[in-house]
């Protein structure tokens, strides 16, 4: 590995879980808290405490940072003598924020001789370092190259994902809206069956077999928005406007809440009424479109 001491700062929930995979892996991991007593846990593993901010930053020269916000961030980084401190170091940023932050985050790094790459964690504090833990980062491929070992300590699923700072960001609204989608259908699915008094672990079961639709579903689409062709054999616009008139009936029938099912069937009846009933439910898209 490139960089034997590596700084982090922020130590909340995730913060604090992006640390121990690098003590295990032998680095010097020096650790920064608003609040000290949050790194004391790490201190038992190992890591350094460091007394200051600046400390913390003159420590290593890859610094990987977790705090609540860019607001957070920005007033911490973006001092006179912090500024003159990061020169020539890297700085991973793993907050949440939006794209035009990355981007202006990666700015104000490349004005400042800083190497940045931007970031997001795709799961939960306990998977951080187990194989199937997905994380995506962006920015400068040189800078990835010149700590993507380190970085790939943090998860098995660890992405690159290209050279614009904020390729990160977008991806991570993307997977998160495909998340709450799911979450949330699962949620209208649980209802329809327990009002049926069926067991929720039947769905689970069910759900198992028809994971390869869905999959397949998602492949297509995403290559119908590609092609921007929406036409096909399968099914058409029609016949998915009674499917998702039909679901919003058994909703309704069952008594539980049936906004969702609403939702869809007002996009895909509005689809219809465009001239494309004899579309693929890819169409739908055209709603959506920029
Ligand atoms: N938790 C997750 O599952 C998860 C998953 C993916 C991404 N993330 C992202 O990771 C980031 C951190 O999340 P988290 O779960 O660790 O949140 P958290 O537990 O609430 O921790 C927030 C961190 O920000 C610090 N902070 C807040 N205001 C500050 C200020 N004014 N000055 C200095 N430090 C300040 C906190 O310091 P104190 O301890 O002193 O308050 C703490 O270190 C967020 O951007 C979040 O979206 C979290």
Wanted: charged content about 20%; proline content about 3%; hydrophobic content about 45%.
């Amino acid at each position: 590995m490139k960089h034997s001491n590596v700084t982090f700062i922020g130590l909340g929930q995730m913060g604090a879980a992006l640390v121990p995979p690098f003590i295990s892996a032998g680095v010097k991991a020096t650790v920064w808290n608003r609040s000290p007593a949050k790194a004391e846990p790490l201190v038992a593993q190992g890591a350094v405490a460091a007394t200051s901010f600046v400390e913390a930053i003159k420590a290593s020269d890859l610094i990987i940072v977790c705090l609540a916000d860019y607001d957070t961030s920005n007033a911490l980084f973006q001092q006179d003598e912090i500024t003159l401190l990061l020169k020539g170091k890297t700085v991973v940023q793993f907050t949440t924020g939006d794209a035009r932050q990355a981007q202006a985050s990666a700015q104000w790094a490349a004005e400042i001789g800083v190497q940045y790459l931007d970031g997001a964690i795709m799961d939960y504090p306990t998977q951080v370092g187990l194989p199937e833990c997905m994380l995506l980062l962006s920015g400068p491929e040189a800078v990835w190259n010149s700590c993507s070992e380190e970085m790939k300590l943090l998860g098995g699923r660890m992405t690159y994902v290209g050279a614009k700072a904020g390729s990160a960001n977008v991806l991570d609204g993307c997977l998160l809206t495909m998340y709450y989608g799911n979450t949330f259908a699962l949620m209208q699915a649980a209802a329809m069956l327990q009002a049926e008094k069926l067991d929720i672990k039947d769905l689970g079961t069910a759900l198992g077999a028809f994971k390869p639709v869905i999959d397949s579903t998602c492949a297509r689409t995403i290559s119908a928005i590609d092609r921007n062709d929406f036409s096909g054999n399968e099914a058409s616009i029609q016949v998915h406007k009674l499917g998702v008139q039909s679901l919003l009936g058994r909703a309704k029938g069952a008594g539980v809440e049936s906004r969702l099912l609403q939702l869809f069937t007002d996009f895909v009846e509005k689809t219809a009424a465009n001239g494309r009933e004899a579309d693929e439910l890819t169409s739908v898209y055209t709603l959506f479109k920029p």
